[in-house]
Each structure stands twice: as structure tokens, then as C-alpha cells.
């Protein structure tokens, strides 16, 4: 088995979450900055085996396309060419970066910490990703 990877795109900053080789856990990964995350996936998904890629998919509650919904899709042409062997499964990411902002409030965490915008991206992922695990 191989690692499935979770994907949390957004204009500035991409969460990232990985499962252990077994596909039992989630974890986050990272919080990249946007414009370095095709470097970093054409190095990671080779290396650590990826076989399959989810990506949350921006919509509002009426399902319409936000602000960065566009992005997501250019961004997942683009994927889909680099990397044809690995599946993209696009998800749904409503609420995500709330309920992740939620999460994070409810750790523990200090107030500076829990600002921090990147842990929120990556939590998100992380999320995403464990409600793919357990929904399968």
C-alpha cells in the first residue's frame, strides 16, 4: 500500500496531510506556500510513494463556486497531467478552515500559536483527510 495524501489548496498557502503507509492515520504534513507546491509534489509523491491524492473542493453553501474555486481546478488539470498514475479524487471542503480553526481553539494551544493561518491549512488537510479514512 502506499501513502493516500490530502490537499487543502489556497492562494497563498497549501495544507498538506499524509496517511502512514498502511492507510490507518492521518496526519498533517505541512503548510507550503502555494507557489512552491509543485516543486515540492514532483519530489514527494515519487519518493514517498504516494498512490492516491485527495483535493478539497471550494464551494459555497448553494453549491457555486468561490474565489478560489478556479484556482483549485487549474490546479488539478495540472496534476493530472504531471502525475496521470496517481487519482486525484476531488472532496468536499465546506467549512473546513472553520472547523479546523475550531479544533485548533479547542487544543490547548496558545493564543499565538492558534493564529497562526499555516497550522489551520494543515489541520484542514488533516481533517479532510480522516473523514476520507473513515467514510470508506
Request: net charge neutral.
Amino acid at each position: 500500500m502506499g501513502r493516500i495524501m490530502a490537499i487543502d489548496y489556497g492562494g497563498k498557502r497549501t495544507g498538506l496531510a499524509v496517511t502512514d503507509p498502511l492507510q490507518i492515520i492521518a496526519t498533517g504534513l505541512m503548510t507550503i506556500e502555494t507557489h512552491k507546491l509543485l516543486v515540492f509534489l514532483k519530489d514527494y509523491i515519487p519518493k514517498e510513494g504516494v498512490e492516491r491524492v485527495l483535493i478539497g473542493m471550494p464551494t459555497n453553501w448553494d453549491d457555486t463556486d468561490t474565489h478560489i474555486t478556479e484556482s483549485v481546478r487549474n490546479f488539478s488539470n495540472w496534476f493530472r497531467k504531471q502525475f496521470p498514475a496517481v487519482p486525484l479524487e476531488e472532496i468536499d471542503e465546506r467549512y473546513s478552515s472553520k472547523l479546523a480553526s475550531q479544533a485548533i481553539s479547542q487544543m490547548g494551544l496558545s493564543k499565538k500559536k492558534r493564529e497562526q493561518k499555516g497550522l489551520i491549512d494543515e489541520v484542514a488537510a488533516t481533517m479532510m483527510l480522516q473523514q476520507y479514512l473513515s467514510n470508506r
